[in-house]
Structure formats: structure tokens, C-alpha cells
């Protein structure tokens, strides 16, 4: 099976990445918020996702970045959300003169309620408890 390879831009930092083609529609467009197919220019990262199979047939997908290993998942679907989140990381660590903010905000009273934290940490419960007494979800 030949792997798919594309291009991505955001935020000043080019990704490519080399799939194999089932997992191109578990991968969610933009795979970074405000990215663009890009055909040239310097590459920032290359993720690739290479599949082999366990034993009892079951696929184990190697995800690396430049060659190196990050991780193994068990599914098409975990390896896309592994290949997501390393495409969203990838861009918040290389971008220059940028931060990048993990957080829920709502709208209050004319004012932006911002509330950063790491995953699984309860942001969008409160974002949701707070939609839910009259804030406007962002």
C-alpha cells in the first residue's frame, strides 16, 4: 500500500505528512485549526504513520515525527487523533512570535471569559454549566 503524502500550512509552519489512505478519512480538515494545503517551502516537521500488524492481526500504527517514535495505537481512528494532536502540538512549539492558548471561553456581560487548562481538567463542564446560566459560548 502506498502512503498518501500532503502538505499543510499554519501559522507559519509547514507539516508534512505520509498516511496510508485508510487513514486520510478518519483525518479531520484542517488537521490544525486555519491550515492550508501547501505544495513548497521549507518543512518544518514530517509526521508519518506507518501500519503493521500485531500478531493476533490486529493494527498497530506507529506514529513518528522526523523518524522518531511518539507512539502506538491499536486503531485508524486513535492513530488520526494521535497524528491530530501531534499536527496541533507541532504547530503551538515551532510557530514564531505566537502562544497558543488551550482553553474554553464564553461571553459575559460584554467581557470574554477565558479558561485555560490541560485536557480533562473540566473546562468544557464548565463551560456548558456557564452556557447554561446565560453566557455565550465561544
Known sequence: MIDSVFSV??????????????????LPAPIVP???????????????????H???????????????????ETSLRGAAEAVESWAQLTVATVAEGLVFVHAGVVGWRNRAIVIPGRSLSGKSTLVLELVGAGADYY
Open 34 to 52: 486555519g491550515a492550508e494545503f501547501v505544495n513548497r517551502g521549507p518543512v518544518d516537521a514530517v509526521l508519518s504513520v506507518r501500519v503493521n
Open 54 to 72: 500485531s500478531v493476533e492481526g490486529s493494527p498497530l500504527c506507529e506514529i513518528a515525527e522526523n523518524g522518531m517514535i511518539l507512539g502506538v
Open 9 to 26: 500550512s499554519a501559522w507559519g509552519v509547514r507539516i508534512d505528512l505520509k498516511v496510508p489512505p485508510d487513514l486520510l478519512d478518519e
